[in-house]
C-alpha cells in the first residue's frame, strides 16, 4: 500500500462531510483519479495558495462517477473525509502526493445554544439568497464544517477554519463571521430588490 496521497490542489478549501463536484480533464488528474477508483482509495484535497499549497487538506472520497466523456474526462462526485496535514510534498509522479499526518478534534462538544444560534444565522443567509437549508445530513460533531461548507464564504476564513481542532471555537469563529456579513448581505439584498421593483426604466 503505497503510504502517499494523492492530491488535487484547488482553488476551494473542502470540509468533512461536505461533497465537493468535480470535472477532471487533465491528463495527470485523469491517471491519479483512475488510480483512486481501482484501489478505492481517497485523494487529497489542498488549496492552491499563491506560495504553492495551503498546509491544512481534507481527504476526498469518490462517490459517483456521473458522467465518463469519450476523451477520458469525467465528471464525479466525491465527499471531503478526513483533515490532514501536509509533511512532505512528493513530486516524482505526473501528480502531487504527499506524506500527510491525520487531524483529529480535541474532545469537547459545542453547547446547544451555540448550535442553535449558528444553524438560525445560516438560515437568513440562505433566505437571502433564497435558499432553505437542509440539515438533515448534517453530523451534529462537525454541524460548524457543514454550516459552512453549503455556503460561498471567503476561502481564506474557510481554510481557518479547517485547521481548528476543536468544534466549540469553529462554531464560535463561524457565529461572529457570520453576525459580521449578514447586515451586509441583506443591505445588499434589499437594494437589489429595491433597484428591480422601483419601475424606472435605465
Do not use: W
Request: with cysteine; proline share 7%; net charge negative.
Amino acid at each position: 500500500m503505497d503510504a502517499l496521497l494523492p492530491l488535487f490542489p484547488l482553488d476551494v478549501v473542502l470540509f468533512p462531510g461536505v461533497p465537493l463536484p468535480l470535472h477532471i480533464f487533465e491528463p495527470r488528474y485523469k491517471e491519479m483519479i483512475g488510480e483512486c477508483m481501482a484501489q478505492h482509495r481517497p485523494f487529497g484535497v489542498v488549496r492552491a495558495v499563491e506560495q504553492g499549497l495551503a498546509e491544512i487538506g481534507c481527504t476526498a472520497e469518490i462517490f459517483t462517477v456521473v458522467k465518463e466523456y469519450p476523451d477520458g474526462r469525467l465528471d464525479l462526485v466525491s465527499e471531503g473525509r478526513s483533515r490532514f496535514e501536509v509533511v512532505r510534498v512528493n513530486e516524482e509522479r505526473s501528480f502531487l502526493r504527499a506524506e500527510i499526518l491525520m487531524i483529529d478534534d480535541e474532545p469537547g462538544a459545542s453547547s446547544g445554544e451555540d448550535r442553535a444560534r449558528a444553524i438560525q444565522l445560516h438560515s437568513e443567509m440562505l433566505a437571502v439568497a433564497g435558499a432553505k437549508p437542509d440539515l438533515s445530513a448534517a453530523d451534529p460533531l462537525l454541524l460548524s464544517f457543514y454550516l459552512a461548507g453549503s455556503l460561498p464564504l471567503d476561502l481564506d476564513f474557510k481554510q481557518k477554519l479547517l485547521g481548528l481542532r476543536s468544534e466549540p471555537q469553529r462554531l464560535s469563529q463561524l457565529i461572529s463571521y457570520f453576525e459580521t456579513i449578514l447586515p451586509n448581505l441583506k443591505r445588499a439584498a434589499h437594494a437589489r430588490h429595491k433597484a428591480g421593483g422601483n419601475g424606472h426604466a435605465h
